[in-house]
């Protein structure tokens, strides 16, 4: 059964870097497959992010894509997200996500609150 | 860039009613639609992909219909456990993702 789990500040201040981690467990992120980070503000849809693959696909959501990183880190079967220059507006649950090639979301980490205030 | 429409953006409905909901694509996304039913407070839980295929498990009053730019989720029978919100989502593979902007279906 694959698991995800996000970590990472519930807090940050603006203008700051947002910094999260997904810890996968039961899959191997080598094997393949594409891994996501999805958010949703309060009371409010949800927005795509990014999206990577092992072979070294990106995807970016264009309203974000100048201010996201996102990577791989094999070696701990995890991956990240960074948000630069973060406002009171990127202030949401984050999940991360995984997905097979050519089909949705099938397995979702349980998401995490992350505000972003002085 | 892509946008996903979704409408309504509320709708009222009581138990045993049939709804739709209805999702248009700003370009053909063949047949890469899911919907997806969303409780407070809970993770998104998966009712249908490739716009028609119904999800392991998930109770046969729920249908999806269409291809190309337009897509419903019909939900039939409506039940007590069903007032939630949905979201249709295009997953592309080969590009960008998008989420239509919810429905909440509401008593």
């Known amino acids: 059964q694959v698991q995800l789990q996000e970590s990472g500040p519930g807090l940050v201040k603006p203008s700051e870097t947002l910094s999260l981690t997904c810890a996968v467990s039961g899959y191997s992120i080598s094997n393949g497959d594409y891994w996501d980070w999805i958010r949703q503000p309060p009371g409010k849809g949800l927005e795509w992010i990014a999206t990577?693959?092992?072979?070294?696909?990106?995807h970016y959501n264009p309203s974000l894509k100048r201010r996201v990183t996102i990577s791989l880190d094999t070696s701990k079967n995890q991956f990240s997200l960074k948000l630069n220059s973060v406002t009171a507006a990127d202030t949401a649950v984050y999940f991360c996500a995984r997905h097979v090639f050519t089909e949705p979301v099938d397995y979702w980490g349980q998401g995490t609150l992350v505000t972003v205030s002085s | 860039d892509m946008q996903m429409t979704q409408s309504p953006s509320i709708l009222t409905a009581s138990v045993g009613d049939r709804v739709t909901i209805t999702c248009r694509a700003s370009?053909?996304?063949?047949?890469?639609l899911a919907w997806y039913q969303q409780k407070p407070g809970k993770v998104p839980k998966l009712l249908i992909y490739?716009?028609?295929s119904l999800e392991s498990g998930v109770p046969s009053r729920f249908s999806g219909s269409g291809s190309g730019t337009e897509f419903t989720l019909t939900i039939n029978s409506l039940q007590p456990d069903d007032f939630a919100t949905y979201y249709c989502h295009q997953y592309n593979s080969y590009s960008t993702w998008t989420f239509g902007q919810g429905t909440k279906v509401e008593i």
């Open positions: 990577i693959s092992r072979g070294g696909i990106l």
């Open positions: 370009q053909t996304i063949s047949n890469y």
């Open positions: 490739k716009a028609s």
